[in-house]
């Protein structure tokens, strides 16, 4: 599953025109997918079973982040680079609970 989430996770780039300029783009969003990316890189040290891993995927996020055929698939609600770092990550550590 680790190669899964960081194949994903290589599509989930924010473009630093969407924020007006440089310093708007790394006082916001960024700093969130980098937190949320070190989050993940954490968990993956001691990674849930892939079994809790889907699991989890039901009852976090309303099951935006799934599998299908070994390939994880998320479906994006507002701006997918930002909120898919934040979902595997907050699926991964609800995984760790189950």
């Known amino acids: ?4 989430i960081n194949n994903l996770l290589k599509g989930a780039v924010l473009d630093s025109n969407d924020y007006g300029g440089k310093n708007e783009y790394y ?3 960024n700093k969130r997918i980098i937190d949320a990316k ?3 890189k954490e968990i993956m040290k001691n ?3 892939d079994e809790k891993i889907k699991e ?8 935006r982040l799934s ?7 998320y479906t994006a609600g507002q701006y997918y680079p930002l909120e898919l770092a934040e ?3 907050d699926v991964l550590e609800k995984a760790k609970t189950l």
């Not at 599953?1 to 899964?4: F, I, S, T, V, W």
């Not at 599998?67 to 698939?73: M, P």
């Open 38 to 40: 070190k989050r993940i």
């Open 1 to 4: 599953m680790k190669n899964e």
């Open 87 to 89: 979902c595997i990550a």
């Open 56 to 63: 989890a995927m039901t009852i976090i996020w309303g099951g």
């Open 27 to 29: 006082n916001t969003d």
């Open 67 to 73: 599998i299908e055929n070994n390939k994880l698939n």
């Open 47 to 49: 990674m849930p079973t």
